[in-house]
Every structure is written in structure tokens, then in C-alpha cells.
């Protein structure tokens, strides 16, 4: 079954790849940033051919419309039937976008990109400086402006934001700022993320005995954390003893967060309603994503957790093929809704081969 629904994942990404680069899945005709670094990161590591050049074209098209300050768009929107427009209103697209530049050139040994991008990628750096308005060195966003822009309603300093900078700074040779945000994240009273357990989903100011902060899980935040070093083994591994403890890799992996947000709650926000999220366990409201179980799977290979992650990549892959790659899962029958989502093909060709390799390959 793992063999079947790796050669199902290629097929997934083939079908997804285009002359501008790789689009997000059948019926979704644009490039969305996130979607395609995710993807081609993990697709990468196979050595069709067709991958490398969707890669090339999809940072040549997210470098072209880079918007005169720095920021990468969250969507570039011009090949299909719909009004042509660019999107930007997002944080991540530009961290993923860095991260991209430099996985294409080690995985393919060849800098001639990276150099053409240079420019590119220093003003896409100079951009992501000026989000930290509290020159702590964390970055700071507005609601909805990540991955999850239509729920739920959190702001500041965000742990899924965290995770990538650190990766980003590391990856860009910036030591000491990528120091300074680790202190931070883990360890500055008042200002940091790691609740002795787990990172908390966002926080902002404090107000006496007021705080501006969502105590819920965060899954994808969390597991970056741990895949990109910004968790200590001690951290990593009480954030993957609570991911067991509270069943969030069930039925499949992963819930998105947990719990759920339900209205009366504090983190509730009336304009939930007005999309898939407004119900509990449906879509990002603790619904399973797949893309987010591979990165799962990638966490317990870092901790040398094989047997684990063998079993989490058996789930994986029969949520895959069950669902032909849905965006999401509900929890409560299984049910997928949508399907041919190319990060997921592309992050269980990582875990796939990364399982194999026994070692993290993203």
C-alpha cells in the first residue's frame, strides 16, 4: 500500500504541473505559494524530471509578481477563467518562497536560480525584518494572513510563524537572530510560546491579568517546530506525547487543532459561521489535513520514532488513496472532501522516502 500510494502521489503531482509551475490541485487553476513549496520540497526528492521544472517555473512566476517591497504573494491568480489578479495578505508565502529558493538548489546542486534570485530573495528578507514591530525578534501578523486564512482568529506572534523564520534565518546564515528567536519563543516570561507541554497557537500583549493569547494546539505550528530544530528533544517529544495522549492523529493524521473551536467559546468569533470552519471537527476546525500528517510522520523520523512512523505512514497513505488526496478529513466518518490536493502528494513523497532513508529529507 505504501509502494501503491507513492506512485498515486507522482501521479497527483503530474497532473498538477504546468508551464507556470505547480498549481494547488485539479479545479484550483492558480499558484499558490505555500501549496507549491510544499509540494515540490517533498517531489523533489524523486528524480522525475517533470518535478524539477515545475519547481524552476513556480519560483520564476512567485519571484516576477514579488511586490515592490519584498513580500511574496499568497496566490498569483492569472491562468485561469476567473479575473486576473495577484493575492498577497500573507506572511508565510514569503517565508515558504525562501525556504523553496534554497531547497531547489541543494537538492539539484545547481545555484544559477539562486543567484538570478538573489535580489529577490534579500528584499523578500528585508520585508519579513520589518513584521517584527516589537524588535524582540519574533515576527508579528494580522488574523487570517497565514495558512489558515479563514479561521481561526489569532494574531502576534503565531508558533506556525515562528518555526518557518527560524528555519528561514538558519537557512540564510542570520546565527544570532535565530538564536535570539528561540530564547524568545522558549523561554522569555511574558512573551513566550511554550506552555510546558506544547507551543500555544498565538499570543500578543498582556494586560494585567488580561492576555491576548489561544492556549488551543496548533498541530502544524507544533510539528515544524520539531522538524525545523525550533523545539529541544525534550519539547519535541512532550508535544508528540500530546498529540498521542489526545488522540489527534485519530482516526487519521492529523486534526488540525484541538479542540475545536465552539461558539460561546472565548475564541470564538462570529464571522466563523460564514465559513467551513464554523462547525466543530469540520474543515480547519479540527478537521484532519493530510499534508500536516506527513510533516508528522517527518517529526517522528526525527525522533527516531520508525516504528511510529511506519504505522502514522500506513494511516496516511490509506487516507490518501481512500479519498484520491483530499484537502480534508473529517474525523467523525471519515468522510474527504476534495481531492488531488497536491501538498499532499508531495509531503508523503518526503515521508515516504524519508521513512526509508531514516532520516528527515525536507
Not at 76 to 102: A, C, M, N, P
Not at 264 to 277: E, I
Request: some cysteine; charged content about 30%.
Amino acid at each position: 500500500m505504501l509502494q501503491r500510494c507513492y506512485e498515486k502521489a507522482k501521479e497527483v503531482i503530474k497532473r498538477n504541473c504546468f508551464s507556470n509551475g505547480l498549481f494547488a490541485s485539479i479545479g484550483y487553476d492558480a499558484l499558490w505559494t505555500r501549496d507549491s513549496m510544499i509540494s515540490l520540497i517533498g517531489a523533489s526528492l524523486d528524480k522525475e524530471k517533470k518535478f524539477r521544472e515545475a519547481f524552476k517555473q513556480s519560483l520564476i512566476t512567485l519571484k516576477k509578481h514579488q511586490s515592490k517591497l519584498g513580500q511574496i504573494p499568497n496566490a498569483v491568480d492569472k491562468f485561469g477563467k476567473r479575473k486576473s489578479h495577484v493575492d498577497y495578505q500573507s506572511i508565510d508565502s514569503t517565508l515558504w518562497f525562501i525556504i523553496g529558493e534554497h531547497v531547489y538548489k541543494e537538492r539539484y546542486k545547481d545555484s544559477s536560480l539562486f543567484n538570478k534570485h538573489k535580489k529577490a530573495i534579500s528584499k523578500a528578507l528585508t520585508w519579513l525584518s520589518y513584521q517584527d514591530m516589537s524588535e524582540d525578534g519574533m515576527l508579528e501578523q494580522l488574523p487570517t494572513t497565514d495558512w489558515q486564512d479563514a479561521f481561526p482568529h489569532k494574531y502576534g506572534h503565531i508558533i506556525n510563524t515562528q518555526a518557518l523564520y527560524y528555519r528561514v534565518l538558519i537557512l540564510n546564515g542570520e546565527k544570532e537572530k535565530a538564536k535570539k528567536l528561540k530564547a524568545v519563543v522558549n523561554e522569555k516570561k511574558g512573551w513566550k510560546l511554550w506552555n510546558k507541554e506544547f507551543y500555544i497557537a498565538w499570543r500578543w500583549k498582556n494586560h494585567n491579568q488580561y492576555k491576548e493569547i489561544g492556549s488551543w494546539f496548533d498541530s502544524l505550528g507544533n510539528i515544524l517546530a520539531i522538524i525545523f530544530d525550533l523545539a529541544d528533544k525534550e519539547k519535541a517529544e512532550k508535544i508528540l506525547s500530546h498529540i498521542k495522549k489526545q488522540k489527534i492523529d485519530m482516526p487519521y493524521p492529523v486534526k488540525a487543532i484541538y479542540p475545536p473551536i465552539k461558539k460561546g467559546s472565548k475564541d470564538w468569533q462570529d464571522y466563523f459561521k460564514d465559513c467551513d470552519a464554523g462547525k466543530p471537527y469540520h474543515y480547519l476546525n479540527g478537521g484532519i489535513w493530510p499534508y500536516i500528517g506527513g510533516f508528522y510522520v517527518l517529526a517522528l523520523i526525527k525522533l527516531k520514532k520508525f516504528k511510529q512512523a511506519e504505522e502514522q505512514l500506513q494511516k496516511l497513505a490509506e487516507s490518501n488513496l481512500r479519498g484520491n488526496f483530499p484537502e480534508w478529513i473529517s474525523p467523525l466518518n471519515k468522510k474527504g472532501y476534495g481531492k488531488f490536493q497536491a501538498w499532499n502528494a508531495g509531503i508523503y513523497i518526503a515521508a515516504f522516502n524519508s521513512l526509508k532513508r531514516k532520516k528527515v529529507l525536507f
